[in-house]
């Protein structure tokens, strides 16, 4: 067996339109793609990176030569995770999950199988995914829901933190009485802010509402979901797969994304975590290209809620391969990851 390779390169990705939610705005997102090459055959990762977790394209660059040693073998999964973990035991998400993705695609491609059957996941369909409305002006946001609906998609997610946040849902659901709606605050409401805003989703029908609180607030979000008929879903609350447990008594679900976690197994872990806690889980994304959104796509099969749009957004998707139906995302079929290389 020859000795692993490991390599990378950075490329900024940019969205169609500039991506707003209530901490920023960003039109660039530097996303660093990895490399693992032994025996012949290559896997692939990806980084993406995001400063609420402590990452930015100037820390994935300083610290994967840190980090890469730990890839060693293609199929040593729990060795790599111990590695990376020795190195740098809390930090780095997504550095980590594009080493892990590396090494699950090669180890798939020696089999010759899609990673989903790799991993003995389930073959059931995808649950639709959500197309987001980003913050912005509220024209802005009723044509970005109204321009989605007239695309195919059923499912919005709709971007919200602001002191407006009652007329934005008001009008969305105005504007697309037909679609599904969920809300998504990113931490930035307050406790008396968030319970004024339940009867404003209960009314526009809202499916569920992710974070609406800082992400330490675990006893405000168990007293809101007291009060609450929506479903809470925690994502900034969740950075480690140990955390699940502590969620368990504060949301009703987890969102998980690949990048925030350290990549497919560790959200596997995670996933079944949840479960064990008998709560819904959600399979989310950054702002990625469809290299990082397939290796989300290999686990949405187990989800209830699926928020994979992250490559849908760009404007320069450096990889192809996967079928979107509007919002139904096709199970990739393809070795590995099942995505090649524009």
Not at 228 to 252: G, Q, T, Y
Not at 280 to 290: L, Q
């Amino acid at each position: 067996m020859d000795g692993v390779k490991v390599g990378w390169e950075t490329l900024d990705l940019h969205t169609a339109r500039p991506f707003g939610i209530a901490r920023w705005t960003h039109s660039t997102y530097p996303r660093t793609f990895v490399t693992c090459e032994q025996d012949g055959l290559t896997g692939r990762g990806e980084a993406a990176p995001n400063a609420f977790y402590g990452e930015t394209g100037g820390t994935v660059a300083a610290v994967l030569p840190l980090l890469a040693p730990a890839l060693t073998d293609g199929w040593d999964w729990e060795g790599l995770h111990e590695g990376l973990t020795a190195r740098m035991p809390h930090d780095h998400p997504s550095v980590k999950c594009a080493l892990e993705m590396a090494a699950v695609e090669w180890a798939a491609r020696v089999a010759g199988v899609p990673v989903w059957r790799l991993l003995g996941l389930s073959p059931r369909p995808l649950p639709e995914s959500s197309f987001t409305v980003g913050l912005g002006e509220l024209p802005d946001m009723r044509r970005q829901a109204r321009e989605a609906v007239g695309r195919g998609h059923g499912v919005l997610k709709v971007k919200l933190g602001t002191a407006r946040d009652e007329q934005i849902v008001e009008a969305l659901r105005e504007e697309v009485p037909e679609a599904a709606l969920r809300v998504d605050a990113n931490a930035a409401w307050t406790r008396p802010q968030a319970k004024r805003m339940l009867e404003v989703l209960d009314a526009a029908r809202v499916e569920l509402v992710e974070q609406p609180l800082a992400a330490g607030d675990l006893e405000g979000h168990a007293e809101l979901r007291r009060l609450a008929r929506v479903p809470l879903v925690a994502d900034e609350s969740l950075h480690h797969v140990a955390d699940v447990p502590a969620l368990a008594a504060a949301f009703d679900g987890v969102n998980l994304k690949l990048a925030k976690l350290g990549g497919p197994l560790q959200a596997l872990r995670a996933l079944r975590l949840a479960r064990a806690h008998r709560m819904g889980v959600m399979i989310g994304c950054m702002i990625e290209s469809s290299l990082g959104i397939a290796a989300a796509a290999h686990l949405a099969g187990l989800c209830d809620w699926a928020d994979l749009d992250g490559a849908l957004l760009l404007a320069d998707d450096p990889f192809t391969g996967l079928e979107w139906t509007a919002g139904r995302l096709e199970r990739p079929t393809g070795v590995g990851w099942g995505v090649e290389r524009r």
